[in-house]
């Protein structure tokens, strides 16, 4: 029988190719961002379709992966971003990264395989991981299971509330003109659903001053926050250029 | 950057002490035996209450857990038990515990967590696992992202048809004798909530001669299966002794 001081020893299935290639700006949910498309770069021996058969039939998949762009050590308490970096939770009541195994869970959409040049990939959307981030397992989601209707959870009771984006002349046109390239579907409606979320950590002050950057693809998003009549703000895309 | 050779290695953070004593008559999801009721102990260092603070405000947690009494290669394609065996699918559209990592994952309901002679424990119900589980982390339901409301999964659209379930005098004895002792809260509905699913793989054909029989903590439990007019079949729980 296994006791505390066995050992398991896990071999990444696949690694995730996303948009996201920073941490910072990742949706804190999957889900939140449903056109954040990525892939996954099955290995083999698990690189065909026969393993993923019958996976048709359903909408949504769970990936279970490794923190791995997480270098801090885990602590028993943590303070979420999202709770404004004030209230101390118990690590185990929290999504939080900094895990004593840091294995994470997120439910995305599932978009189907292809094959491309001898790589088998599975297709998602709604992904919350970061480019590189090693896979060890995919799962159907099961409703019956999964989805439950009463389940409450008050720490995070909803989604992150939305702000408005708006995008300078100048951002918007580098999407016009990324909107007429193959595969580009949709980065005007993508950066919309990241920045809205406001992916700054609650407990910064905004600095209205300042201009926020983030890596999406091979671009660098850049924005400020724009305060409006309501004690509120609004985001505005000021630029978009060529990642450094 | 992780790729596909990279390892990773995972200790127990606890280990799951379960009514179910063995493989067979496990629900085949969560949730199906919602009296199934469980605890974790949870090892040093993790064993206080500080590391899962907060976690009152959750009604559900996430399991992660090795499905560690499985001794079987994983496959391309399984037979899932419950599919009656005679479909084929691939082993990452089904919840089968033979898989490339063997990683399970269970959503449970949350009880609170107590202390007892030194032990940490954290206690749930509607539990789907083996005594002596090792769990490898635990994280709270977050129903926003993890209720799928528009989810589907046309392999597993729904739990598995309930069948009725009788006591024969003997067994309805040992159950009364059961309800007077501490802790025993509902031994009854307990074996309803597990037989009327049906336990056996779908494929065997129904032998109403036969005596089946599963542990659960310290008892035998034995029942067989009596034919009815609609071609159908109810439960007879027939005895219930003591684990040999």
Not at 54 to 62: A, K, T, Y
Not at 95 to 102: L, Q, Y
Request: hydrophobic fraction near 40%; charged fraction near 25%; aromatic fraction near 12%.
């Amino acid at each position: 029988m296994a006791d505390t001081s066995s050992e398991f020893v896990f071999k990444p299935i696949g690694i995730v190719k996303s948009c996201f290639t920073e941490l910072f700006g990742i949706p804190r949910q999957p889900g939140l961002a449903p056109t954040a498309e990525g892939k996954i770069l099955i290995c083999p021996p698990f690189a065909n379709e026969q393993a993923f058969a019958g996976l048709e039939e359903c909408s949504h998949v769970w990936l279970q992966f490794i923190f791995h762009a997480n270098e801090a050590e885990w602590r028993p308490k943590v303070r979420p971003p999202r709770l404004g970096g004030n209230k101390s939770l118990g690590v185990f009541a929290t999504r939080s990264p900094n895990r004593p195994n840091p294995i994470g869970l997120s439910v995305v959409a599932y978009r189907g395989w292809s094959k491309d040049n001898g790589n088998f990939y599975i297709h998602v959307a709604g992904l919350d991981l970061l480019d590189g981030t090693p896979i060890l397992d995919i799962k159907p989601y099961v409703p019956y299971a999964d989805a439950l209707a009463n389940a409450y959870n008050h720490i995070a009771a909803e989604p992150p509330a939305c702000h408005p984006v708006v995008f300078s002349s100048v951002a918007q046109a580098v999407i016009d003109k990324w909107k007429t390239e193959k595969d580009a579907a949709d980065l005007e409606r993508l950066i919309r659903e990241i920045l809205q979320q406001d992916p700054r950590p609650k407990y910064q002050r905004i600095d209205t001053e300042r201009i926020y950057g983030m890596s999406l693809y091979d671009l660098n998003v850049r924005w400020r926050y724009v305060p409006n009549e309501k004690a509120d703000f609004f985001i505005e895309v000021v630029e978009i250029g060529n990642k450094v």
